[in-house]
Every structure is written in structure tokens, then in C-alpha cells.
């Protein structure tokens, strides 16, 4: 394979959404349906890997017509739809119309220890579970239904934040103390159980291998510094530019590919030169 040729043999794409397959502003997709029917019918699976809800990955889902496994709520559980493997993972639980591989910790839990630390050190952030439907919709740009379906999360919670950037440090400092981790997404800071995009997409990874095809490869794209995770895991890491903020930075890692235009564009862009492009 020389980098002019097309890629061959199995890959799996691990996506973020917003920013990345979704437009940063509009959630358009339009730029990318032509390129991900051509990919489908190639078999190349594109797995969603957002800090979404099982309930907006349901709808994103059926927007790109994807009937791949998905991971949610950045990395905190995964959902494979029964029937996909031959056999169900041995660490997954029968959901009925899925598989469900739990890696992350439960929203009461984590909603327990925001309480606790508010206490202490009070709230300079909106997190998502009091932010009234309004508040998410103007903070996000979403409609009024996908505000209430972002709202019912079970692994995270999204935090707004509206203080220094000391008081951010403190408050991450704090949490990974006490057992949970910090991500930055596009718009807000994710506290959530011990758990990542890329461990998420590994585990995931290593079923395809086991089950599908033993030497399938991976490449992940993202736009955010809560995608590094799933790109540093990735065979290719392709970001995403953005209109909103500076490309994040990979180091170290042996095959990085930069979009040339940002969002959905950018995404086609890179993975059609990947895998149909000749020149």
C-alpha cells in the first residue's frame, strides 16, 4: 500500500459526531451521506463514538442510516445490536434489541459526588441535570426534543462552565482524586466515570477481530481534545478541523492526517481520498 493508493483489506472507522460527521453549527450531515453509502457497501463498518445519549445516537443513527454498534456518553458503555456477532461478548448484557457493555459508572453516582463537592466549593457551572430544557437549547443550539434527549444521560454529565480557568484545574484535580475523569468536549466539560473514547473503541476493536476479521485495522476521527483518547488508538488518526477552536494536538503518533476544510466536508474529504482515490 503506498499513500496515493487506496486503502484494502478490513478497517473499522470510529467517528465522533458533532463537528466532525455533524456540521459544528447546522448538525448537518449532508456532506457525508453519499461518502458513507459508498463506504457501507464496501463493508467498511463506521461505529458513532460520541458523548451523546444511547436516545440522540438512537436518532443520529437512523439519520445516517448507520446499523453498526455505537459507543455513548463518551466511552461509557457500548451498544451492539443483537445479532451483530455471531456470539455475545462474554462481558456484555442481553438488552433486548442490543448487547450492552457497561465501562463507565453510573450518572447517580456521579451526580452524588457533584453534590458532595458543590458543598464545598459551589457550582461555577451549569451541569445538564438542573439546567432547565431552555438552558440546554440555548447553551447548545439544539432543538427542543434533542435538549430533553441530551438530558437523559446514565454514565455522565455535562458541565458548562462558567468560572476560572483555575477553578476548572481545581475542580478536575479534584474529581480524578476522588475517582471519575474529565474530558473537554466541544462545548463542555464531561465529568463521567473512569472510562474513555479510545478504551471504549478498543474493546470494541478487539470483537471484530475476534468474531469478524483478526487483522482489521482502525482509524478514528475527531475534532476535540475528548477525541485524542480514540485517536491515539487508532492505526490512522484523521482530525477534524473545526470553525470554532484550533485542531487539538496528537504527538507521537505515526500516521496523523489534518482535514483541509472543516466538519462533514472535511471528514469526506480525507476518508474518500483514503479509500477511492488513485491520485
Not at 75 to 81: Q, R, V
Not at 114 to 138: C, K, M, W
Amino acid at each position: 500500500m503506498t499513500p496515493n493508493s487506496p486503502l484494502n483489506g478490513p478497517w473499522l472507522i470510529a467517528s465522533d459526531l458533532d463537528g466532525t460527521l455533524l456540521d459544528h453549527y447546522s448538525y448537518s450531515h449532508a456532506e457525508v451521506d453519499h461518502l458513507l453509502d459508498r463506504l457501507e457497501r464496501r463493508e467498511i463498518p463506521v461505529v458513532l463514538n460520541s458523548s451523546k445519549t444511547f436516545g440522540e445516537m438512537l436518532e443520529i443513527r437512523r439519520w445516517l442510516h448507520n446499523h453498526h454498534p455505537f459507543v455513548v456518553e463518551n466511552g461509557s458503555a457500548i451498544f451492539i445490536p443483537a445479532g451483530y456477532f455471531p456470539d455475545m461478548p462474554a462481558d456484555a448484557r442481553d438488552e433486548g434489541n442490543f448487547w450492552v457493555i457497561e465501562t463507565g459508572a453510573p450518572q447517580k453516582k456521579i451526580l452524588e459526588y457533584l453534590r458532595r463537592d458543590a458543598e464545598q466549593n459551589g457550582t461555577p457551572y451549569l451541569g445538564f441535570s438542573a439546567a432547565t430544557t431552555e438552558e440546554i437549547v440555548s447553551a447548545t443550539g439544539l432543538s427542543t426534543e434533542r435538549a430533553q434527549s441530551a438530558r437523559q444521560r446514565s454514565y455522565s454529565e455535562p458541565l458548562l462552565w462558567r468560572g476560572s480557568e483555575a477553578e476548572k484545574l481545581a475542580f478536575c484535580e479534584r474529581a480524578s482524586k476522588a475517582g471519575f475523569a474529565t474530558l473537554e468536549g466541544g462545548r463542555f466539560l464531561h465529568l463521567l466515570g473512569r472510562t474513555d473514547k479510545g478504551s471504549a473503541t478498543l474493546a470494541l476493536l478487539e470483537e471484530y477481530r475476534r468474531q469478524r476479521h483478526r487483522d482489521c485495522r482502525l482509524i478514528a476521527a475527531g475534532d476535540s481534545p475528548n477525541d485524542l483518547d480514540m485517536l491515539r488508538a487508532a492505526d490512522i488518526a484523521v482530525i477534524i478541523r473545526s470553525p470554532s477552536h484550533p485542531p487539538p494536538l496528537l504527538e507521537r503518533h505515526p500516521w496523523v492526517i489534518v482535514s483541509e476544510l472543516p466538519g462533514p466536508a472535511g471528514w469526506n474529504q480525507v476518508m474518500e481520498k483514503l479509500f477511492f482515490s488513485t491520485r
